[in-house]
């Protein structure tokens, strides 16, 4: 039962350039949602974060939109730059009832100089 | 400012042996998540550890069992252990007095059961 999905595996930007993550989920309790970034052989480094009564978040060349009718979320990057070049993942958490964060499978986001 | 640390860094074991895995949350964290990521996939949640107790326990056989001790680090023990346990083991830290929102990951431990 995949709550979060990130339907596009792979992502492939210029440098410079805006790269857009998409995200949607199925649960309406989810009242908080993340975004993770992931290099190899390490953890997962939290970038960003929205709770569900914003419909933006900013934080430098971050931003994050929430849609919650469409249940629907998407990080921009702008601009992108090589260091970028990661695993994105997508995660929610209903924390009214719940402790866990579900996640997305990720976006691997390749910036090509 | 101490982040989340995991050991070991790598593990390879048998199948049917016994792991520990451990990790101290980031300083000032009370709260401990493990999470495991099988390869292409999304880490999915195991269990949460709060005041030494199992807070919430995801959709895992009780092979996986855990612990938190009183300055709130945390093993995960897992038993009889299968092929499909092969995976990287995450421990997150957050603060869990209040509805905590954002879990702080650590580098994980990379399993190889073979």
């Known amino acids: 039962d995949q709550q979060v999905k990130q339907n596009s595996p792979s992502l492939s930007v210029q440098e410079g350039r805006i790269s857009i993550l998409n995200c949607d989920y199925t649960?309406?309790?989810?009242?908080?949602f993340l975004w993770y970034k992931k290099y190899p052989a390490e953890g997962p480094t939290f970038l960003i974060s929205?709770?569900?009564?914003?419909d933006k978040n900013e934080d430098g060349r971050f931003t994050v939109f929430l849609n919650k009718s469409a249940k629907h979320l998407s990080l921009h990057i702008v601009p992108s730059q090589p260091g970028d070049s990661a695993v994105y993942f997508c995660?929610?958490?209903?924390?009214?009832?719940?402790?866990?964060?579900?996640f997305g499978a990720g976006t691997t986001v390749t910036v090509r100089a | 400012d101490a982040g989340v640390t995991q050991s070991p860094t790598h593990l390879i074991k048998t199948r049917g042996q016994q792991v520990t895995l451990r990790c101290s949350p980031k300083?000032?964290?009370?709260?401990v998540s493990w999470y495991q990521q099988a390869l292409g996939q999304g880490p999915q949640f195991i269990f949460q550890?709060?005041?030494?107790?199992?807070?919430q326990r995801g959709n895992f056989p009780d092979r996986f069992s855990g612990h938190q001790f009183p300055n709130y680090s945390s093993e995960l023990n897992v038993n009889a252990l299968l092929l499909g346990d092969s995976a990287l083991y995450l421990c997150?830290?957050?603060?869990?007095?209040?509805?905590?929102?954002?879990?702080?990951f650590g580098p994980g431990t990379r399993l190889t059961v073979l």
């Open positions: 550890y709060y005041e030494e107790e199992e807070r």
């Open positions: 995660a929610a958490i209903a924390r009214e009832n719940d402790y866990k964060l579900s």
């Open positions: 997150a830290s957050s603060l869990g007095g209040r509805r905590s929102d954002t879990q702080y």
């Open positions: 929205i709770s569900s009564i914003k």
């Open positions: 300083s000032g964290h009370d709260t």
């Open positions: 649960n309406s309790m989810f009242d908080y």
